[in-house]
């Protein structure tokens, strides 16, 4: 079983819907939460970044994370075309090697 | 743009052969992170260098050596390469004690035929 578990999709919405993308972990010593987005053929950049639990919100963008249930999720909302990327969640441990772990990313298209 | 370079963008070569990939980093960022990226395994983490030291390790295979040089570019040498060795890798920066928040270089399409 991997580490964090993401859903490959695709998932193919309209434009304007709400996004929900999500992750699960089985790691309980992760602490350091991040959303990550890669347009097709381009390395991934740095969306969202959380550490422990709870909210944060950038925008258009919410992430959310319950460590409880070891669950993390990333909310669009007023989706629009241009966010039709791959999502990839990614979280590492408190001290020790700072080594990231990926999800396998989910594949978003927003159509107009 | 994230400021990470990478060369070549793309390569093809033969199995068994060796090839070495290069990465520089974002101006000031003393952390350097690889990464392979296939379909079937997603991005994985390999190896990370701060200030010319092996940080950490992950899976990175024995065929799969790096280094980080003075200047604080590095470089992936991929040696005696196997037809599943065909990915894209990475390479990603960061500032010291962020790993977090790295800025990943547009990466290194490997074909091995």
């Known amino acids: 079983q991997k580490e964090v578990e993401q859903d490959p999709g695709p998932l193919s919405v309209p434009e304007g819907a709400i996004v929900s993308l999500n992750c699960t972990y089985s790691n309980s010593a992760f602490q350091y939460f991040m959303w990550y987005r890669q347009y097709s053929r381009k390395g991934p950049e740095l969306l969202m970044y959380t550490y422990s639990s709870g909210n944060k919100e950038d925008g258009r963008f919410t992430a959310q994370v319950d460590k409880s249930s070891k669950y993390i999720s990333l909310f669009i909302r007023d989706s629009q075309p241009s966010d039709s990327a791959t999502y990839l969640c990614?979280?590492?441990?408190?001290?020790?090697?700072?080594?990231?772990?990926f999800g396998q990313g989910t594949r978003l298209t927003i159509n107009p | 743009d994230s400021g990470v370079t990478q060369t070549p963008k793309h390569l093809i070569t033969a199995t068994g052969q060796r090839v070495t990939l290069r990465c520089s980093p974002r101006s000031g960022d003393l952390s350097v992170y690889w990464y392979q990226q296939s379909l079937d395994q997603g991005l994985q983490f390999l190896i990370q260098y701060y200030n010319g030291e092996e940080r950490a390790k992950g899976n990175i295979l024995e065929r799969f050596s790096a280094q980080q040089f003075p200047d604080l570019h590095s470089e992936l040498n991929l040696s005696s390469l196997e037809l599943g060795d065909s990915a894209l890798y990475f390479c990603?920066?960061?500032?010291?004690?962020?790993?977090?928040?790295?800025?990943f270089g547009p990466g290194t399409r490997l074909t091995v035929l």
């Open positions: 990603a920066s960061s500032v010291a004690g962020r790993s977090d928040e790295q800025f």
């Open positions: 990614a979280m590492r441990r408190e001290g020790g090697a700072q080594k990231l772990v």
